[in-house]
């Protein structure tokens, strides 16, 4: 059975909630490889495959592997893409399934059968509806196969910048501050109340860029969502882009969110570390359709505050009394 996937919105007056599909490559850091049984490949004969890359896992007669690939992530709903089988299982089909499991659950059984003949990517388990919250996806090779071009997870996205911690400062910065390629212009059209700046930068025009820097540990690109709305890739310290949808039923401010684990995986330093307030820079480009910013709101550090929680020990200790800590790693947010 193949799975589409969808994109969900869910709008409210003034503001554009959404959620957003999230594709990760089977390359990427945060999947995690056990095992001697994977094999990368470079997909030179598979074009098709995400990135030109996937990870492979053929079986051996009479052999069973305890490989196995797991990726941890925070959503909604989970697919599972592949872009190639091992041949051993063509004319094999007790060795035809890959085992999945979610979140420490039964075994799942996905059938690899339907790339058979065409060897496409396809997308074939899924699983939505889950909670909002953190969950677990694991591949295993057991005696059968398995192969991973990459997993979707449908993150959701916030209708509103969260409330700022205790000593750290949510800041805006207008779009007008930001710097642009040609292509951009300001918008001619009524800024919608909901905008945070008095005037928008529009562009329909495919790889116009932009760029601005900014001092904390998250991130929020203010932008408009419309109709004719297209998609825009976002990136922190020239690393990997993300590519969100911009595209809304009606015109609504939409909230694209980089957070935090998003950021700390771009090397930023987060709170407890020597500084949150280092210097980082956002650049991104429109890819399609007609794309607006309003601005930015990033999460810094207030002045003079330190990134510490204040605790009874730490208190405390501030008063002169000797204080033996079980746990060092409290004193930080």
Not at 77 to 83: C, E, L, P
Not at 203 to 214: D, G, I, K, L
Not at 286 to 296: C, K, P, Q, Y
């Amino acid at each position: 059975m193949l799975f589409p996937l969808y994109a969900l919105c869910f709008c409210v007056p003034g503001m554009f909630a959404a959620q957003r599909n999230i594709t990760v490559d089977d390359t990427d850091p945060s999947i995690s490889y056990a095992g001697s049984g994977w094999v990368f490949n470079n997909a030179t004969d598979v074009s098709h495959a995400y990135n030109d890359t996937f990870h492979a896992a053929c079986p051996t007669p009479g052999a069973t592997s305890t490989s196995s690939a797991t990726f941890n992530f925070t959503g909604v709903a989970i697919y599972y893409q592949v872009s190639y089988f091992c041949a051993e299982i063509e004319n094999s089909p007790a060795l035809s399934f890959t085992t999945l499991a979610l979140d420490g659950g039964d075994p799942i059984a996905v059938d690899m059968r339907p790339l058979f003949g065409d060897s496409d990517v396809l997308v074939l388990w899924a699983k939505t509806g889950l909670s909002n919250g953190p969950h677990t996806i694991t591949a295993l090779v057991g005696n059968t196969s398995a192969a991973l071009d990459a997993f979707i997870y449908t993150a959701e996205e916030p209708d509103e910048v969260p409330a700022a911690p205790a000593g750290f400062t949510n800041v805006f910065v207008s779009a007008d501050t930001f710097s642009y390629s040609d292509g951009w212009a300001n918008s001619s059209d009524t800024v919608p109340s909901c905008a945070k700046s008095p005037q928008l930068r529009t562009t329909s025009v495919a790889n116009s860029t932009f760029s601005f820097n900014f001092s904390g540990d998250e991130l929020f690109l203010n932008t408009l969502a419309s109709p004719s709305g297209g998609s825009i890739s976002v990136s922190i310290n020239d690393d990997e882009p993300e590519v969100f949808d911009t595209t809304a039923p009606t015109a609504s401010c939409a909230l694209l969110n980089l957070n935090v684990t998003s950021l700390v995986k771009r090397n930023l330093v987060r709170r407890g570390g020597d500084s949150s307030n280092v210097q980082n820079q956002c650049s991104g480009k429109s890819i399609s359709g007609t794309n607006a910013l309003d601005g930015a709101t990033y999460r810094q550090e207030s002045s003079g505050v330190r990134a510490y929680g204040v605790t009874a020990q730490s208190v405390l200790a501030m008063l002169g009394f000797t204080v033996f800590l079980a746990d060092f790693d409290t004193l930080f947010l």
